[in-house]
């Protein structure tokens, strides 16, 4: 029952990724492409594709570092295991725990940025005038997603279900 429950909840984690993902990047380049045709072949300047294009690099930036979890993609001591096997499981751990502190306190700092830039009725985007606060948002989500994927993906290491 719980085993069904984490795999529903994986699945759903990784349908809002991939999708948010694919419309973040596809509004980015259609953003950026307008701008770039527009300002080529006519007077037209569309001032704000600037800042979509910066605030669509922040998050994918984060919601890629979920996604690096779930396909076991995150930076980690490589070539140390390869020498000494048996150093494998505990670098493995080590990385696993890295990520966890990494997930926890991007929780806790970006629900606290979350909170200050919600306060603060002035913080808004230059152009579009958007509240920043829904940007930082991002930060203590993606967070927790982290921290459930690792968690996740350290039981399947310790059940041997998944071996790198």
Known sequence: MLKKTFKTIDRTIAAIEDWSLFLAVSLALCAAMANVVLRKTTDINLYWSDEVVRKVIFFTTFVGCSAAVRH???I?????PQMLPILKRALTLFSHLAVLAFSATLVWLGGQLTLEMYADSYARTPTL????????AVLPVVGAMMFFRTLVVMVEDWQGERED
């Open 72 to 74: 076991r993609s995150l």
């Open 129 to 136: 005038q958007i509240p920043e606060w829904y940007f930082y």
């Open 76 to 80: 980690r001591i490589d070539a140390l």
